[in-house]
């Protein structure tokens, strides 16, 4: 995360009960210019979580029903010290540390996820340029499978013959605390051309078997 922002998002002004709030911040030396903004998530009730209609709808798609769900707390950012593409379904607070030390460093405070009732899907893009980070598109739990959609907010330089400005490197990343599921994890990435405006094209970059 060194030298770029990093993006927390959750919801409101509450700490989700699957992350603790001493661990949100991480220490000093990391980017000053970091900032805060707020996604649509799910509430955290004290001794567990009461899923808000706002935040979890339910829809019929044929013959399955689907929960569509918002991330707890989201990580994303244009620096990541993981340099090369890599998907992530994270289960246990191991896997979580040694994760979290290999995107921001051995030194970097590491945020505490409750895994008895929560998960991390971490998206790393690789080497790249003019991007500022990962987003969720979509979260969507079926009868048989969950369904992770994701894209990245590529930006331009607005580079023009002679100009002597480069394209800024990026290794994109995003990390996700969602809610804890058995069931098999698909993640997909929106590939369509990053100056188009049409419909989403999604591409299978990751399948999870069930816990």
């Not at 290999?102 to 790393?124: I, N, S, Y």
Request: aromatic residues 8%.
């Amino acid at each position: 995360m060194t030298g770029s922002p990093s993006t927390l998002r959750s919801k409101g002004g509450g700490v989700p009960a699957c992350v603790s709030p001493a661990k949100q911040t991480t220490r000093s030396g990391t980017p000053p210019e970091s900032r805060l903004r707020r996604s649509c998530a799910i509430a955290a009730a004290a001794l567990g979580f009461l899923l808000s209609p706002a935040a979890v709808a339910f829809t019929e798609e044929g013959t399955g029903l689907l929960r569509e769900i918002a991330p707890y707390v989201s990580w994303s950012g244009a620096h990541s010290r993981i340099r090369e593409p890599g998907y992530f379904r994270v289960t246990a607070p191991q896997e979580w540390t040694e994760l979290w030390q290999r995107h921001a460093g051995q030194d970097a405070a590491v945020p505490q996820v409750r895994f008895e009732t929560c998960m991390v899907v971490a998206v790393f893009l690789g080497q790249t340029f003019d991007n500022h980070g990962v987003v969720a598109v979509s979260i969507r739990e079926g009868t048989e499978q969950l369904t992770f959609r994701f894209g990245d907010e590529p930006y331009s330089t607005g580079l023009s013959p002679g100009s002597d400005k480069a394209p800024e490197p990026a290794t994109p990343y995003g990390l996700f605390v969602i809610p804890r599921s058995s069931k098999p994890l698909v993640l997909e990435q929106d590939v369509r051309h990053r100056k188009s405006r049409g419909v989403s094209v999604w591409k299978e970059r990751a399948r999870f078997d069930k816990l």
